[in-house]
């Protein structure tokens, strides 16, 4: 029976280097994919990891259609054995219902990735859609470490190394230097206090650190 399987983790836990990791074993054995990804940090119609590296893939904005595009595809003599499909947050509700439904129809196994919640903690609906219809939920266990060496959890978004919990769910950015907006992944209660790696390291407060500063 085919799957819908959802991996997810927060940023920096390897989800990218999954995928393509995941379309390289399948690939190599003789299974025929097509890879998918959406508003990736380095451009459209690309995965990349930040290992360094990367595949094209096939750019899905809100108003693609996956279960007509699949059908075109083995309509026209194609043959699909699955789906990778990456930064799978920023999919709409729908696209996850026609995932699922490729799935259930055409027996073709579904293979998504991304994040679960936004910088407000919120989930992104793909990903809420996901937990609600995936087959089965895999979280990544090799997972980055906040700043206080705490299992990171939370995905911060920052500016000027100060956090900020308003503004659009959807700004591309990064966990690396560069660029207005970044982000930073903090464990649950730094996040609640909103106490970022410069706060943390701006301040002479020995709440916020662990160990004792001179």
């Not at 699909?80 to 027996?107: G, N, P």
Request: hydrophobic share 40%; proline share 4%.
């Amino acid at each position: 029976m085919a799957e819908l399987v959802f991996h997810t983790g927060p940023m920096d836990s390897g989800k990218s280097t999954m995928a393509l990791q995941l379309e390289h074993v399948h690939s190599t054995h003789g299974r025929r994919g097509r890879i998918f990804s959406s508003q990736d940090r380095a451009g459209q119609g690309v995965i990349t990891s930040r290992l360094g590296l990367s595949v094209t893939a096939i750019e899905a904005p809100p108003e693609f259609d996956f279960w007509r595009y699949i059908i075109g595809e083995l309509t026209s003599g194609q043959i699909v054995d699955y789906l990778v499909c990456d930064e799978a947050q920023f999919y709409t509700s729908d696209q996850i219902d026609q995932l699922a439904r490729i799935v259930d129809e055409l027996q073709i196994d579904v293979y998504a990735f991304g994040i679960l919640a936004d910088f407000r903690t919120e989930l992104f609906p793909g990903s809420k859609r996901l937990v609600e219809l995936a087959d089965r939920l895999v979280m990544l266990t090799l997972g980055p470490l906040c700043w206080c060496g705490a299992r990171g959890t939370q995905n911060a978004r920052t500016v000027d190394g100060l956090m900020v919990t308003e503004g659009s769910q959807v700004v591309v950015g990064d966990t690396a230097g560069g660029g207005d907006v970044r982000y930073e992944v903090l464990c649950r209660m730094h996040h609640r206090r909103r106490m970022t790696a410069t706060r943390a390291k701006a301040t002479l407060s020995p709440d916020p650190l662990p160990f004792d500063a001179e």
